[in-house]
């Protein structure tokens, strides 16, 4: 119940490409929705979060999208850079504010 | 923005010895601390939980006598690891919460044992 199950794996997109990451949960009591990225020998960086009272939230290239009654959100990268290759980590939180991550999704961006 | 500052990035230590890696929230209140112990290619595993002033809540799986966590102050939490072995050597991740509700991550500490 307190998995976070993340697709694919591994990404690889051309530059200017959409880059998007699934993840789906199965706690309902799950109520924060976070989206980190992470560079080699690096800490995770939060890139953008939801709650599960709206259904999409931008920010930048960065578009979260989320869809309560089926139990999934979503990272869709815009105008994917050479830059954003990283691994990219799903995550989700409930009320005593333990995180729970997905497995990861290595994206490398061709130039 | 919130930030946390974690301290040594890197460190080589001996079998045997003990390895104290600090996490410190910078300009904030840090109520909650995380540690995450994070394999290469691999995803965070939840070590322990610190609230300020108390006992750490450690995941199953996790020796707290080997990892000691101290959370004396609201800006400042503590994991030793005690007897280090090779196998002991990971990459480290600190994370703090305060009132807000949102994590930060500290820049991780990278545990040779040798």
């Known amino acids: 119940q307190q998995q976070v199950k993340q697709s694919p794996q591994s990404l690889i997109v051309q530059k200017g490409g959409i880059s998007i990451i699934n993840c789906a949960y199965e706690n309902t009591a799950f109520d924060y929705f976070p989206w980190y990225q992470q560079f080699p020998g690096k800490g995770p960086a939060l890139l953008i979060a939801i709650r599960p009272d709206v259904s999409e939230k931008k920010e930048g290239r960065f578009t979260i999208s989320f869809n309560k009654s089926a139990k999934q959100f979503s990272l869709h990268i815009m105008d994917s850079q050479p830059g954003d290759s990283a691994t990219y980590f799903c995550?989700?939180?409930?009320?005593?504010?333990?995180?729970?991550f997905g497995k990861g999704t290595l994206l490398t961006v061709n130039p | 923005g919130a930030v946390v500052s974690q301290h040594p990035s890197r460190v080589i230590c001996k079998s045997g010895t003990s390895v104290k890696i600090e996490c410190r929230s910078l300009?904030?209140?840090?109520?909650?601390m995380f540690w995450y112990r994070q394999f290469p290619k691999k995803s965070l595993m939840l070590m322990a939980t610190?609230?300020?002033?108390?006992?750490?809540?450690?995941e199953q799986g996790v020796e707290k006598d080997k990892f000691l966590i101290n959370h004396a102050s609201l800006t400042l939490s503590t994991l030793t690891v005690t007897s280090a072995h090779p196998e002991d050597s990971s990459f480290y991740i600190c994370?703090?919460?305060?009132?807000?509700?949102?994590?930060?991550f500290g820049s991780g500490t990278r545990l040779t044992v040798v």
């Open positions: 610190s609230n300020e002033g108390s006992k750490a809540t450690y």
């Open positions: 995550a989700a939180g409930g009320s005593n504010y333990k995180l729970t």
């Open positions: 994370s703090a919460t305060g009132t807000s509700y949102g994590y930060t």
């Open positions: 300009d904030f209140q840090a109520t909650t």
